[in-house]
């Protein structure tokens, strides 16, 4: 039993460094900046009131855009963060390859993103619209994949602020496009804004979405990772 508290206290240790990495001693105020957004949503509607939000907001409109905004924050300093600090190199060098960081550093900007989201549902919750748990989970997928997109895109240009626009192209395209329209490949998918009156046809699609997404995230990391071990390639000029 001691063995295992050992083991486990040394993954926390492994993450809490990781997370240090990515942003520094100030990582736990990343935490907070998703209610920006719900601080300037609520300022907005005092401004130029347009009723009550609707459970069907809280997915995407509340929680999913800050957080995402957080995700590709993190996700873009993962791999791609070692380049500027010029430390890529030694990443390489870690007993058991540099994977390890790379997991290390994911599992720490995961577990940050869930702590926002657990800050961002609770005022969402209590101070703007009553919602369902699904709600909770539909951003949380949506900001994973960013988290994950932005780590690949990085590693694949080599550059944090290419592969910035490169992701927030993707997510603009998800919000005005995917999103409005109710298809279900978005990572945000909300089954709370289908207006089918059908059931089943609500849950098929859910399971399709909740499916889907996981794995494009699986093959996202994959593919990132593959890129990430060409030493050459990405150390090269």
Known sequence: ???RLRRLRGQLELFRLAGLAIAGHWVWLLIFLPLVWLAARALATLINPSGPFEPANAQVGLMGI???VLAVIL????IAGEMDGRSLEIAYTVPGGCQRVWWAKLAASVLILIAAQVLLALVTYFLFVKFDFVAIYGALQGAIFYLVLSMAFAALFRSEVAGAMATAAV??????VLVNGGIRASPFWNPLAVQSPDPEVILAMTVQNRIGVPILIALIIGLA?????????????
């Open 66 to 68: 800050p957080l995402a």
């Open 171 to 176: 997510l603009l395209f998800d919000l005005l």
């Open 225 to 237: 990772f593959m890129r990430a071990n060409r030493r050459e390639r990405m150390l090269g000029g």
């Open 1 to 3: 039993m001691s063995s």
């Open 75 to 78: 996700g873009l300093r993962i």
